[in-house]
Each structure stands twice: as structure tokens, then as C-alpha cells.
């Protein structure tokens, strides 16, 4: 707690200090997500992603060099030094410890909701997140790979190895066609704790069934989702969930 004898700023001690420097950057955070927000709420989600793509390359740049002149690090491009020059296997760790936070962040929003209120609306504003992040994150990796406007399931497979979950779960694919393959959840961290805590499974089929026909669509429109099992569809030892995707020309 910051001593309420402390009126402006420039009274805090070190410790207040690195605490609202911390503050500013999860308010810039938020900021930066509420635009989105409202531009999807004012203009629609393609737009959205239009204005997202030139505001998102701009603000990085300018924040990063920013920062980088205060903490004496240079810019390389749009990337911060240090990680060009971190050691490879390091930098995959960070990657990695990042996909966990993620996760993590969103189990303590799910039980921020479901103690302060119930379980009902912890699931019901979690399906409704899901349908807001999933399509956002298929933009970003079709973005980051430079994928086309239909890379058809190649495509898919591809991206869906660069998803958050990618660098947490682990994943495989299975009963592949010309037209369709079967994508399966080996190994689920959410899952995989519950099961190790002698719990029955997380329900997640319906925020799966968002999840996953919204990336698709988001990667490419013509692929449609399929739900093989998710719990709490009882399921085999080898898998948590299962989904086939189809591409339907």
C-alpha cells in the first residue's frame, strides 16, 4: 500500500515508484485493448483488424524505442536487441513462460468471476471471451507468418502450431485427407493438473466449440469445425479433445 502521506508522484519512494511504473504499464495494456474493443464495437471485426494491423506495428515501434533509450537498450528493426542477442534456447524458455502466463491469466479471470458470482457466469463470459480472443489470435499468427487470405488446411496446421496452447499442450494430428484432418489435444495443462489433483474434467466443450470454429474461420473462412469429443464427452487415455476440420469449397 502506498503511505497516503504521498500526494504527487515525485513522493514516492523507490518501491512506490516501481509499483506505478508497473501500473502505467498495465493501464497502456488495457488502453491499447480497449480501442479494439470499441473499434470492433463501432466498425465491425474486419475493420477492426485493419486499424489493428497499422496502430499495433506504429505503437510497438514508438513505445519500444522509447523504453529502449530510458533502459539502454537499441532497436534492431521493429525487435529489441537483447532478445536478437539473448541465447537461443533462453529466448524459446521466455517464449514459452509467456504462453503459461497467458494461460494462467486466464484461469485467474475465470475464478475472479466464479467466486465473486457463480460458476454459470464464469463459463458464460468465458465462451464470450473465447469468441472475441480466438479469431484476434488467428489474425496475429496469419499476420506473423504471412499467411494468404486462403492457405486452406495447410495453412491451418500451420497456425495452429503457433497458437498459445502450441507452446503449452501437447498436440498431433491424425486421420488426414484431402480435405480434412483430425486435430488432437494429446495433452491438456488445465486438464492434466485437474487429473493429477484426482479431479473430474473441466466441461470445456462449450467455449471449445467457439474456440476452435472461430480460429479456423479466422485462418480460412472455408473450414468448417467438428467437434469429436471434448470433455465432458468422455474421451480415450491418448486425447482430451478431438476436432476435425474440413475444407468445404
Known amino acids: 500500500m502506498i503511505d497516503k502521506s504521498v500526494q504527487i508522484p515525485q513522493e514516492l519512494d523507490q518501491e512506490g515508484l516501481a509499483r506505478l511504473t508497473m501500473d502505467f504499464l498495465h493501464r497502456t495494456m488495457m488502453h491499447h485493448a480497449l480501442w479494439y474493443a470499441e473499434v470492433i464495437h463501432q466498425l465491425g471485426q474486419e475493420k477492426a483488424f485493419e486499424v489493428l494491423d497499422k496502430a499495433l506495428a506504429l505503437s510497438s515501434k514508438i513505445q519500444l524505442t522509447r523504453i529502449g533509450k530510458t533502459l539502454g537498450f537499441e532497436m534492431k528493426d521493429d525487435i529489441p536487441a537483447p532478445f536478437l542477442e539473448m541465447d537461443k534456447e533462453k529466448l524459446a524458455a521466455l517464449k514459452d513462460a509467456l504462453a503459461i502466463n497467458w494461460l494462467a491469466n486466464d484461469g485467474v479471470w475465470f475464478q475472479a468471476v466464479e467466486f465473486s458470482e457463480n460458476m454459470f457466469d464464469a463459463k458464460r463470459c468465458n465462451d464470450s471471451c473465447w469468441a472475441q480472443f480466438s479469431p484476434l489470435e488467428a489474425w496475429s499468427i ?108
Open 142 to 249: 496469419k499476420r506473423f507468418l504471412g499467411l494468404e487470405e486462403y492457405p486452406g488446411l495447410e495453412g491451418l496446421k500451420r497456425a495452429l502450431q503457433f497458437r498459445l496452447y502450441g507452446s503449452i499442450n501437447k498436440q498431433s494430428f491424425a486421420e488426414e485427407t484431402d480435405n480434412s484432418f483430425l486435430f488432437l489435444m494429446n495433452d491438456c495443462r488445465v486438464q492434466s493438473a485437474r487429473k493429477r489433483k484426482g479431479l473430474d474434467d473441466y466441461p470445456c466443450k462449450s467455449g471449445g466449440m467457439i474456440e476452435y470454429s472461430s480460429f479456423a474461420k479466422g485462418i480460412d473462412s472455408r473450414i468448417k469445425s467438428e467437434c469429436i469429443g471434448c470433455p465432458p464427452d468422455a474421451h480415450p487415455e491418448e486425447w482430451y479433445c478431438a476436432w476435425r476440420f474440413t475444407l468445404v469449397e
